[in-house]
């Protein structure tokens, strides 16, 4: 497969669901034509903020197909395809492939993860990167996972050339550092995945992230990296720092219901979240209220 170049900001996009827990595609289409107004660098379907795990094959590739459909010409939609087994992620991120998807970012298999070692990290990628009619890249999301895909293992796999990236969400940048220097001068897009190192990330040469926060704040998002591309790094990093706790807020604390209730607060479709995942509560909405107000955004 060819490479090609990730820049930008990129939300992985949030799933509305109805009271009853029905999928609300209707509102999806109209947070992806929001999106659209915004000098963004993709889009992600079925990342961690998509609530995934709670959405049947069908609904996964009825979201895939409506973003291919409503997004703006030449920007690129990303797939979040990994399953537990190396056969099934094949077989969905082939179907993704054939709705139009970009590129799979794929996340460490981790159910079994005292068995996930570099051996064994290196040959599900491989394998899935031989096997898939579109690029692979790689997802590391130790919050989630617990697993932490170590810098040799991307080392072995960023000369693959079928696996053309990482996105790594650990929010560490010791940890993005030595990536950076595992990949080496290998056409690799190494992004970060979180808006809480953004702008340390953009110090060091990382051009690219998938950020939960792109979600509410895209306006925000883009625009650390385009003062900071136009050389203005104070106004960059106030942006940045402005916008800090939101991301707290809505990634660490409040969770994806507190993300969703921002994006209903700011113009976008938050809707609930699927059980068994709680609603956000009363208070806490009024504490959001308040972190968000402070960061000019209300």
């Not at 827990?21 to 999106?35: F, L, P, S, T």
């Not at 961690?48 to 010409?73: A, H, M």
């Not at 139009?100 to 005292?114: E, H, I, K, N, R």
């Not at 096997?131 to 072995?156: C, D, G, Q, R």
């Amino acid at each position: 497969m060819a490479f090609f170049k990730l820049k930008g900001v990129i939300p992985p996009m949030i799933t509305p669901f109805k009271e009853n827990g029905d999928v609300d595609y209707d509102k999806h289409i109209v947070n992806v034509k929001k999106w659209n107004n915004y000098d963004l660098g993709g889009y992600l379907v079925l990342g961690s903020n998509s609530e995934t795990v709670y959405l049947n094959e069908e609904e996964k590739l009825e979201l895939i197909r409506l973003t291919v459909e409503n997004k703006k010409d030449g920007i690129p939609v990303l797939v979040g395809t990994a399953l537990e087994s190396t056969k099934e992620t094949i077989k969905l991120t082939n179907k993704a492939a054939q709705l139009g998807a970009d590129a799979a970012l794929l996340v460490t298999p981790f159910y079994y993860g005292s068995n996930m070692n570099d051996e064994a990290l290196i040959g599900y990628y491989t394998e899935v990167a031989d096997e898939i009619e579109i690029p692979a890249l790689i997802y590391n999301v130790t919050k989630f996972t617990h697993v932490n895909i170590s810098p040799k293992a991307v080392s072995a796999l960023a000369g693959h050339p079928n696996i053309i990236g990482m996105k790594d969400s650990s929010g560490s940048i010791p940890q993005l550092i030595d990536l950076k220097r595992a990949v080496g001068d290998n056409d690799f897009n190494l992004m970060v995945g979180t808006a809480s190192a953004w702008y340390p990330a953009l110090t060091l040469g990382i051009e690219a992230s998938v950020m939960a926060l792109v979600n509410c704040c895209p306006e925000e998002c883009v625009n650390i990296q385009k003062e900071y591309d136009a050389g203005n790094y104070k106004k960059s990093q106030e942006i940045y720092e402005r916008v800090f706790p939101v991301n707290s807020a809505v990634t660490g604390k409040y969770g994806i219901a507190g993300l969703k209730y921002a994006c209903d607060l700011l113009g976008f479709n938050g809707g609930y979240v699927r059980k068994p995942m709680l609603q956000i509560k009363e208070n806490d909405k009024k504490e959001l209220e308040k972190i968000l107000g402070e960061a000019g955004l209300l």
